[in-house]
């Protein structure tokens, strides 16, 4: 009994231990830099939106990244592949895939740009102007559901902020 006492105690120690130097590592570690916690949030409630309109989307079977793709094109009516990977923040060869799906789903139509036959022009089709348009409830309840802890004027002043550091970043 003695015996199993002392390595009872043993391990008690050596844990105690282990845990005393992990302790004191976590002490240690710095806080993150404001910047840092600043881009880790912005990282995140990207993340919260698009699970959220992920999830809403989903339900019908829609994701948000045709709703991404859609939505792009709605104001150009017509666009480069090429350009609206960029503008949705895509793989070219992704969205490629992506657009061949749309394609066969009735949603966009591709053709090849008579000025320059190494372009690929996308448009909607009338089916992918409707998908957007049931889609759009849903993922503004998505983007509410996030920004639901912020009062109107703080929602505002995101909004600024958001303009005014795209703005110094497109530029």
């Known amino acids: 009994m003695r015996a199993f006492y002392a390595s009872s105690l043993a391990n008690a120690t050596v844990a105690g231990a282990i845990i005393a130097v992990y302790t004191a590592r976590v ?4 806080a ?5 916690e600043i881009a880790r949030g912005i990282v995140r409630v990207r993340k919260r939106l698009i699970a959220e309109a ?9 994701t948000v990244l045709a709703f991404q793709v859609l939505s792009a094109l709605q ?6 592949q090429n350009e609206l990977a960029e503008h949705i923040g895509q793989h070219p060869t992704g969205v490629s895939r992506l657009l061949e799906e749309l394609e066969q789903a009735g949603l966009v139509r591709r053709a090849r740009d008579r000025t320059d036959r190494r372009k690929i022009l996308v ?17 503004d309840a ?9 009062a109107p004027a703080e929602r505002r002043t995101l ?12 530029s």
């Open 27 to 30: 002490a240690v570690r710095p």
């Open 75 to 80: 104001g150009r009516g017509r666009a480069a």
């Open 142 to 150: 998505a983007v509410e559901e996030v920004l639901s802890p912020l």
């Open 54 to 62: 992920d999830r809403r989307l989903g339900e019908r079977g829609e």
């Open 32 to 36: 993150p830099s404001l910047s840092e």
């Open 159 to 170: 909004r600024n902020l958001l303009r005014r550091m795209l703005d110094r970043s497109d």
């Open 123 to 139: 448009e909607p089709t009338a089916r992918g102007r409707a998908f957007l348009e049931h889609g759009r409830p849903l993922v």
